[in-house]
């Protein structure tokens, strides 16, 4: 039996291995995911000692109870994102509108709140930061 | 030789006068940029390079994005100057070429290139069998649609319904046929094409995630070493060439190596010290997570084996006994972050293709006839 030999020729064996190699490092060199090849920065950040942390979250009705994220259709990893992502791009009312009408309970009012927590003295703050009350 | 040598030379020049032209006129000019002056050319570039800018300069102080352009350069000179000292080992030191030649000419059998493909096609199908799932979720939060990558510059829009369950349906079957050996060369590509779109659909939601990163490099190299196992086995050749195989290898070794190196060049040492490691612990108040973080020792030393796991994982690729050592560290790696932070899942999907670093004949010889590659006599 002949021994093993590649089917693509050199050259284009070549260019696939440096191709993939260096789209693989390209997200590295530039600190952005360009999918479908990734940035693996998760945890390289530094954290200061005395942090405070914040999430974000949805109240709905009088009673300002939070909204579970499934109820717009997101899995509540993504629910944090999108809510944190969409505020400070200066789109809260925009989201608080696209929620009421996605959300099947009619809720009439939605509020985006923060929720500042600090590790060192254990405190925790809400914050509304917008209101939206259906038409 | 003489060529080559100029070559390198005159990239190390255009290298060093790219850091010095960013130091003096491109790196103010970002400051500007995030100050809200400077070129408007730079500007759209930033905003445009880096989207999540928009959202995180109401967040985070301009000194924290100068940083971050500092690591661009930097990174890129890095890779620049390890490009060139390759390229000059490889024009002149005989015996790194001769090494570098064989560590690309593995030979891989029939009944191991069958293994591998049953293995990958049952690790792909339980990374992507509760997608439907998702995707159908997804669907309600269709205005939070932020189209990444390809879908993004095609204006693809989030699909509905049928949709979804013929693209879900379609892709599990592709994975099958290619498991089943059915015109595997064309379903390993239509699989790989349906995997990277529909995972794209999925992050296109303000979020990317990185479980499934190792799985899709390998479904993007898969295609070739199928097409070389059943050229190979058309030609009658006694075994398969195992360059893909390499290359699939190197994938997964990067991922855990560039992991460790963005935490060497972000954090540096702050990274080994107790107070990062413990904030992490805390925030995600895990109980095991919160009784470590009151343990010092444990808060330097865990991460700083970590960092040293993942810098040194490409080791699997030059000592292949050291796999022994570096998989099953790898899967406790997963499952202690899981259960002190709550991150990804006992056995981490990076973990289902640690299967490429063994011989799977085993495997493929269990397997009924028709699902064996056919190799030509000669």
Known sequence: ?135 | MKAGRIIAIAFAVLLVAAVATYLWWLRPSIEAVLQGAGPVWLSNLAYGLYPRLEAEINRLPVDFFMAKADQVIFRAGLVAAISISFSLAWMHIGSFRDSVSSFWKPEVSYPNFDGLRVAFALAAIACCYDWYGYMTLYAKAAPFYEPISFLGLLNIPFPHGTFILAYCSALLLFIMLMALNIRPRFFAIYSAVLFVVLQAFLFSFEKLDHHYATVTYAFLIFPFLVSEAKLSAKRGQSSIPGWTLQLIRIAIVGAYFLSGMEKLLISGSQWFLSDTFCQYLSINGRPVGIWLSQQPLLCTLLPTGAVLFQVLFPMVLFFPRSRWFFLPAGVLFHFSVWLMMGIGAPLHTWVWVYFFFFDMSWLGKLLPDFMKIRVACT
């Open chain 1, 1 to 135: 039996m002949p021994m093993a030999e590649s089917a693509m020729p050199l050259f284009w064996k070549i260019t696939v291995i440096i191709g993939f190699i260096l789209m693989m490092l390209v997200p590295f060199v530039l600190l952005r995911d360009i999918y479908p090849f990734f940035r693996f920065g998760m945890f390289a950040e530094p954290i200061e000692a005395q942090v405070s942390t914040e999430r974000f979250v949805i109240l709905t009705g009088a009673n300002k109870l939070p909204l579970p994220p499934e109820e717009i259709g997101l899995k509540p990893t993504l629910y944090e994102y999108v809510l944190r992502n969409h505020w400070y791009r200066q789109e809260g009312r925009q989201l608080l509108n696209e929620v009421s009408k996605i959300d099947q309970n009619r809720h009439e009012e939605y509020h985006l709140a923060k929720v500042t927590s600090n590790s060192v003295d254990a405190t925790r703050d809400t914050i509304i930061l917008i209101s939206h009350r259906r038409p």
